[in-house]
């Protein structure tokens, strides 16, 4: 029985805490991040009722501290993904059938839980495991993961809500079911929180879930699944399996209870993925749900009227906050002549200011990429821009040094094409190309801004001249899901600027948005008559 209609309003954004010195978050964090590193754990796989364990055991390292162990997680393979789709299974009909109220507050408790008790280790956590400073775990691990339970739980309120008109003598309401069968989250290293919000908010709208986390991101996907686990979720919901990435779709693309892939990572993979899905679709009970957010080569372009000290501060924080590491972050600038010579004199002078070291020291503004396979492939790109031959020149940075950890300095390059390779290709680091473009060329700039590169994550205008911000506007329409004026194109918070972009940059569901939960529902609308007709005749039919 439902005893009322039970409605969550719109929640504040959670606030960003400062770390200042002296402040109690800081003291606190040091000593959890302290204590993180006397610990080494064993992480299981979280399948149904039980904590899994296997004879392979892989080591977690901080990025920035090759030599420490974290701890170790015990790597699975096929026969664990069939557990994890079994177990989600046999969840699910009681999962989905549970009250609205009381799947809402387990998440909403994870929410709490995240602000509270767990804040310091879950920034903890994501400090050592993917190398990033207090304040960008903060925004992410924190801040942006509680926004998304918090506000998917409002959002999925407001849905619930929207019901039919009735015409005379009949009810019409509208159900909305959780998918039929089970759904694949599929996250990516950069984001603790797109690692909580892609499996939960499928969840939360009833579905059942296997969870395959980046091996690169365990560290903090575990702590998460412990809270959750606290918060009350019951066992079989979210299903946690550490495999390589093609053991699990293998198995879960060949099961006829795929109902749809929430993912974030590379176009490559998500290419794939779309097309494996539907060379399988006589295999599946209904059509598969596909939502990825994929690559970006997202860009800043100032107009000649814009202020200089603007630009080189979107610059310096959108291409350089969390090493460039962001499917965000700004890889590629166009810079009018005649402020060219400004812009890059102040870049390079901010640029020698940041500090590069371990996530410990808290004055580090940059940390590690990664892993070695990313630092490799960076180098390669530096190492290309440093050839006598080439069309372009290294700026400042460019150092490169994986001894004790994986560390690139802050690189830019200067190009004369505007198709040189670091203007095109996606590179996930701290490597930002610009482009000086003629000055009273501004339009002919937006063309190659548009057709440079096949994404259209995110990217940015910087002017004082309105008609060149609304000309932007315009000619940029498709360029970018994420449209940013006289600012970074990074930093989307949820509630504000819902995220997701199109062309190759994925199916543009925008999470943080009430626009994303749809794709976890599947409708059925119920008509009720109340007196039904008894004769098949119509009035039409009769002539007298």
Not at 12 to 35: D, F, I
Request: glycine share 8%; aromatic share 12%.
């Amino acid at each position: 029985m439902q005893y009322g209609d039970f409605y969550y309003p719109m929640p504040a954004n959670e606030p960003v805490l400062s770390y200042a010195p002296g402040s109690a978050e800081k003291k606190r964090l040091k000593e959890v991040l302290a204590e993180l590193k006397k610990e080494t754990i064993d992480v299981p796989m979280y399948i149904g009722t039980d904590e899994v364990r296997t004879n392979k055991k892989v080591a977690m390292h901080p990025p920035h501290e090759r030599k420490h162990v974290l701890g170790y997680f015990n790597e699975g393979d096929a026969s664990h993904v069939k557990k994890a789709i079994a177990a989600a299974l046999r969840a699910k009909d009681k999962w989905a059938n549970m009250s609205w109220e009381n799947r809402a507050n387990i998440f909403l408790k994870a929410a709490d839980l995240l602000a509270t008790k767990y804040r310091p280790y879950i920034n903890g956590t994501t400090m050592l495991g993917q190398s990033k400073n207090a304040f960008q775990a903060e925004i992410d691990a924190a801040c942006e993961l509680i926004d998304f339970l918090r506000f998917n739980v409002h959002f999925l309120s407001d849905i619930y809500r929207q019901q039919p008109i009735s015409g005379a003598g009949m009810n019409n309401r509208m159900e909305y079911r959780p998918l039929e069968g089970f759904v694949f989250a599929l996250t990516p290293f950069n984001f603790t929180a797109i690692g909580g919000n892609l499996p939960t908010s499928a969840a939360m709208c009833g579905n059942v879930v296997v969870w395959k986390c980046a091996n690169t991101q365990v560290y903090s996907a575990q702590m998460f699944m412990r809270i959750l686990k606290e918060a009350g979720l019951p066992d079989g919901v979210i299903n946690l399996v550490f495999v390589e990435g093609p053991v699990a779709g293998d198995v879960i693309f060949n099961h006829p209870d795929f109902a749809g892939i929430h993912f974030t990572g590379s176009t490559g993979v998500f290419n794939f993925m779309w097309k494996t899905i539907g060379a399988n679709m006589s295999m599946y009970k209904s059509y598969p749900r596909i939502v990825g957010e994929t690559g970006g080569k997202d860009f800043v372009i100032a107009h000649k009227s814009a202020n200089p000290d603007v630009v080189v501060a979107a610059l310096a924080r959108g291409a350089f906050e969390y090493q460039g590491q962001k499917c965000s972050a700004a890889s590629r600038a166009y810079i009018p002549s005649n402020i060219a010579a400004e812009v890059k004199k102040k870049l390079v002078a901010e640029i020698k200011t940041m500090k590069m070291g371990t996530v410990e020291d808290f004055t580090n503004f940059v940390n590690a990429v990664i892993d070695e396979k990313s630092f490799d492939k960076l180098e390669s790109y530096i190492k290309g821009a440093r050839k006598r031959d080439s069309k372009a020149k290294i700026l400042v940075g460019g150092k490169c040094d994986k001894t004790a950890g994986y560390f690139i300095e802050p690189t830019v390059i200067e190009t004369t094409d505007p198709a040189y390779v670091t203007m095109c290709e996606e590179l996930f680091g701290p490597v930002l190309t610009l482009y000086v473009y003629d000055e009273n060329k501004f339009e002919d700039a937006l063309k190659l801004v548009d057709s440079t590169s096949p994404y259209a994550l995110t990217g940015a205008v910087i002017a004082q001249d309105r008609y060149a911000v609304e000309l932007a506007t315009n000619k940029l329409r498709n360029s970018a899901g994420n449209f940013y004026i006289n600012d970074k194109p990074t930093g989307a918070v949820v509630g504000q600027q819902p995220f997701g972009g199109a062309r190759a940059s994925g199916t543009n569901d925008k999470a943080g948005s009430i626009l994303n939960l749809y794709r976890w529902l599947s409708a059925r609308t119920i008509k009720e008559t109340f007196n039904p007709p008894t004769d098949y005749r119509y009035p039409f039919l009769q002539e007298k």
